[in-house]
């Protein structure tokens, strides 16, 4: 069984300051894990995964996320917020046992103040 | 090289009618992923198919849906007699491979159903 938690509905934050959306997973396997992000209106843009390779993990858009076996956790970051980084955050899990199905957190709403 | 292709884009349905929603997936991937979105939550897997054959639909409702992706044209998501729970908006993703093989999906735009 796998499940997620993303532990903030909502996250604002000032525009220039740094940004963190906390993830917790819980899987059976070595599990897989991804943050997409959708804009309002618009499909699910995948910004970074993590398939057991390097456990600091670089995305698109200059966010980042480290694994932490020990944590569970797979949170992701940002160093300097932008106005166009306001979306939808969602931190997916599925483990590596030919399970095709993907279990999405229930989302972080990004908010960036101007 | 088009994304994947949703459409239509939003769709209004009264209880009872049917909706259909179609699905081109990307070039050259021959896997589909149908989720569906309620409003302030997560997505959640309802069907996976490769051409012309379902891979695992543990997560349709039992009656009244319905999905396909024949060997020609775009994969179809089939909702019968609608009711209001049904309103939502429904994800199409596909993938070259197996996801547990690419480890990434595709996400179409969406298509929004309103039933009335």
């Known amino acids: 069984a796998q499940s997620v938690t993303q532990l903030d509905s909502h996250v604002s934050v000032s525009e220039g300051t740094p940004v963190l959306l906390r993830c917790n997973y819980s899987s059976s396997y070595s599990p897989s894990l991804f943050w997409y992000v959708q804009h309002p209106n618009k499909g699910l843009q995948l910004l970074l995964k993590?398939?057991?390779?390097?456990?600091l993990v670089k995305g698109i858009n200059g966010f980042e996320a480290e694994f932490k076996k020990s944590e569970t956790s797979f949170h992701l970051t940002k160093p300097s917020a932008h106005m166009s980084d306001a979306a939808e955050y969602f931190c997916?899990?599925?483990?590596?046992?030919?399970?095709?199905?993907?279990?999405f957190g229930t989302g972080t709403r990004l908010t960036i103040i101007p | 090289n088009a994304g994947v292709m949703q459409n239509p884009r939003h769709l209004v349905r009264r209880r009872g009618q049917e909706a259909r929603l179609r699905c081109s997936p990307m070039k050259g991937h021959s896997h589909v992923y149908w989720y569906r979105q309620l409003p302030e939550e997560g997505l959640k897997f309802m069907v996976y198919?490769?051409?012309?054959?379902?891979?695992?639909e543990s997560g349709m409702p039992k009656e009244r849906f319905s999905a396909e992706f024949p060997k020609e044209g775009p994969s179809i998501l089939r909702i019968q007699q609608v009711v209001r729970g049904d309103s939502a908006a429904y994800f199409c993703?596909?993938?070259?491979?197996?996801?547990?093989?690419?480890?990434?999906?595709?996400f179409g735009e969406g298509s929004r159903l309103t039933v009335l």
């Open positions: 993703a596909s993938s070259p491979l197996s996801r547990s093989d690419t480890g990434e999906l595709f």
């Open positions: 997916v899990v599925t483990d590596n046992f030919g399970n095709e199905k993907l279990t």
């Open positions: 198919l490769q051409k012309e054959n379902i891979i695992d």
């Open positions: 993590y398939t057991s390779a390097a456990t």
